[in-house]
T-cell receptor, first 118, second 114 residues
Framework: GAVVSQHPSRVICKSGTSVKIECRSL??????MFWYRQFPKQSLMLMAT?????????EQGVEKDKFLINHASLTLSTLTVTSAHPEDSSFYIC??????????????FGQGTRLTVV | AQSVTQLGSHVSVSEGALVLLRCNYS??????LFWYVQYPNQGLQLLLK??????LVKGINGFEAEFKKSETSFHLTKPSAHMSDAAEYFC????????????FGQGTTLQVKP
């Protein structure tokens, strides 16, 4: 299957600083990437949908000024957590769909990033 | 509204026993259904998917699932559990009119006892 690489896998940052997480599709072009947040022992919550070359679409309740998403190319999307606070500590996962555009093609997931804000 | 419900947040089976993880969906349009597995601190790996065609779908690691439209279900089964199957399992759905974003169930933790 297609490979999605997410970096870093684990990051610890100080409260008030910003953290950038990268999501790359390694062997396919991804017109759409998704960013999820997962709390311990819980399901994945979709934060935003990122389309190459356009602004991300955020889910209700997600602060777009806090979680900045950039999808500058067909293989890279970034999530920046700005002015991070301890409550932003979570597991963040990206996924990417290939360029075929068919809704039923599965999304491939990155390995996830464990963010800890101290 | 479209939704996915996984019955049982925690399922425990003995090694070699049948695994059955339940998933029901709610939708007014034809769904595309997926099962993913997640190991601790890792992303999601696709086990199998149903899009169209045969309603009994076989996936990796001996898992299979059957799409039953009349029951709005997509239960995951495996005849014989292995210790390595212990993980978190997520049922998910997307729809043809959607952007392709997935709606996830709450997840089921599978415990396999020796």
């Amino acid at each position: 299957g297609a490979v999605v690489s997410q970096h870093p896998s684990r990051v610890i940052c100080k409260s008030g600083t910003s953290v950038k997480i990268e999501c790359r599709s390694l062997d396919f072009q991804a017109t759409t990437m998704f960013w999820y947040r997962q709390f311990p022992k819980q399901s994945l919550m979709l934060m935003a949908t990122s389309n190459e070359g356009s602004k991300a679409t955020y889910e209700q309740g997600v602060e777009k000024d806090k979680f900045l998403i950039n999808h500058a190319s067909l293989t890279l999307s970034t999530l920046t957590v700005t002015s991070a606070h301890p409550e932003d500590s979570s597991f963040y996962i990206c996924s990417a769909r290939d360029r075929s555009g068919q809704a039923y093609t599965e999304a491939f997931f990155g390995q996830g990033t464990r963010l800890t804000v101290v | 509204a479209q939704s996915v419900t996984q019955l049982g947040s925690h399922v425990s089976v003995s090694e070699g026993a049948l695994v059955l993880l339940r998933c029901n969906y709610s939708s007014s349009v034809p769904p595309y259904l997926f099962w993913y597995v997640q190991y601790p601190n890792q992303g999601l790996q696709l086990l199998l998917k149903y899009t169209t065609g045969a309603t009994l779908v076989k996936g990796i690691n001996g898992f299979e699932a059957e799409f039953k439209k009349s029951e709005t279900s997509f239960h995951l089964t495996k005849p014989s559990a292995h210790m390595s199957d212990a993980a978190e399992y997520f049922c998910a759905v997307t729809f043809s009119s959607n952007t392709g974003k997935l709606i996830f169930g709450q997840g089921t933790t599978l415990q396999v006892k020796p």
